[in-house]
């Protein structure tokens, strides 16, 4: 007689080790953009105490440099409309999309994210923020699937409303809306945002898919149920023609 428990049992294990391990594996954070990519942007308004300057702001450009493994390098320009260069002109900064760091610091509502989250991805740096929402918006007249983050943080002395929406497919930055309340000596309230106005971003990184990890654990999961499945078949028919 065949042991269908002997069969069933270790095939029913290794699916159970799958869900319990897959979590700790289901985000991986990879770079979405190459160097020679770049995004530039306008639209600079600022009203309030320390951020009138921004309307004097004719454009600021990040330039990726060079990708090395988890790490971005990233050249920002800019100038204000007067034809002075702006502040930071010039500069790099190396970004970790893994560790949520600029230079080794950790580094909150960066520039770049890491790409292809979805709606209830952590972002880097660990236990800060996450994308609350993934939706298609319109940006130089093409549609692309984004990534926001809202966030308001709240102490006694101020707070602060964000909005940062990101590229899904590269994970850069395509818009930026802050607005602060200072709640001491008196409330005061500043807002200040920006958006792109020109990029080579979606050209090319539009749309080569990829299959995640999810999908790849769910194919996984699949082809062991198929396989389990086919088995028992094949030892009931088997059992029946020797009957």
């Not at 042991?3 to 699916?15: L, Q, T």
């Amino acid at each position: 007689m065949y042991n269908y428990k002997a069969i069933i049992i270790p095939f029913s294990i290794i699916i159970l080790m799958g869900v319990l391990v897959f979590p700790v594996f289901a985000l991986e954070y990879n770079p979405g953009v190459k160097a020679g990519q770049y995004v530039k942007y306008g639209n600079f308004v600022g009203t309030g105490i320390g951020v009138e300057s921004f309307n004097d702001y004719s454009f600021s450009k990040l330039h990726v440099t060079s990708v090395s493994g988890k790490e971005i390098t990233l050249l920002s320009t800019g100038q204000f409309k007067d034809g002075t260069a702006i502040p930071g002109n010039g500069t790099t900064e190396i970004w970790n999309i893994e560790t949520g760091t600029q230079d080794g610091t950790p580094s909150t509502q960066g520039p770049i994210i890491p790409a292809n989250l979805n709606q209830g991805d952590a972002i880097p740096p660990a236990n800060t923020y996450m994308v609350n929402r993934t939706e298609n918006r319109v940006y130089l007249g093409i549609s692309s699937s984004v990534n926001i983050l809202e966030a308001t943080v709240t102490t006694p002395d101020y707070s602060t409303s964000l909005a940062y929406i990101y590229d899904k497919a590269s994970g850069i930055l395509l818009e930026s809306n802050v607005e602060t309340t200072q709640n001491q000596p008196q409330t005061t309230t500043s807002q200040y945002s920006y958006s792109i106005i020109e990029t080579n971003i979606f050209a090319s990184t539009q749309k080569t898919p990829v299959l995640d990890l999810t999908t790849v654990y769910l194919l996984i999961v699949i082809a062991i149920i198929v396989i389990i499945s086919t088995a028992i078949i094949v030892l009931v028919s088997n059992r029946g023609k020797h009957r």
